[in-house]
């Protein structure tokens, strides 16, 4: 899955692109979501599956300049694309790595923000997982996307992903994971977008 993966958005990397990053409407939008987040100033973010790192300024307006940013991607291309994108920040730190396994020491983490990434984790308990050792206690876990599920998982059918691994549980199967892990869900959201907020225990 993990060599899967990165063959796939290497290949994309270029031509990938958010809508956000031309399209004020669509950038607003995003900024009205990732109010709900409850980043704040100073807190220290993991952004697994960062892509060209088009999404991290949203976290980094919040976190501000005393604030420190991880940013993890399987694929190297995409990586280098965010390093480009972002290298005015200096509070930054990348790992080109699979995001089930990050070199950085135990519950440092405020916040882990898997943002439109999260259905190309498999299998997915064992990032919930990482994503737990690494957190604070009472850290938070948000598990998002621009759109709902039904239309998320539709997009990536049509785009032939493996849909046994590349899909975004139903809420039932989320929830269990979850708890599984160590989280409660502490809020959840499935119309316009795809929102769940879940907090280390």
Known sequence: MVNENKKIFNKLAQS???????????KRRVEKIVKIFGLKKGMCVLEPGCGRGEFTPFILNKTGSQGKVYLVDIADKMMNYAKNNLKKYKN?????????????????????????SFPHFYPKEKFIKEFNRLLKEKGILIICHDMPSRKINELHNNEKFNMKKN??????EMFKMLMKQGFVVKKYENKEYYFLKAQKQ
């Open 16 to 26: 990938y692109k958010n809508l956000w990053v031309n399209d004020i409407k669509e």
């Open 92 to 116: 930054i730190k990348f790992f080109n790595c699979c995001a089930s396994k990050i070199p950085l020491q135990s519950q440092i983490l405020d916040m882990v923000v898997v943002f439109n």
């Open 167 to 172: 899909i975004l549980p139903d809420k039932k």
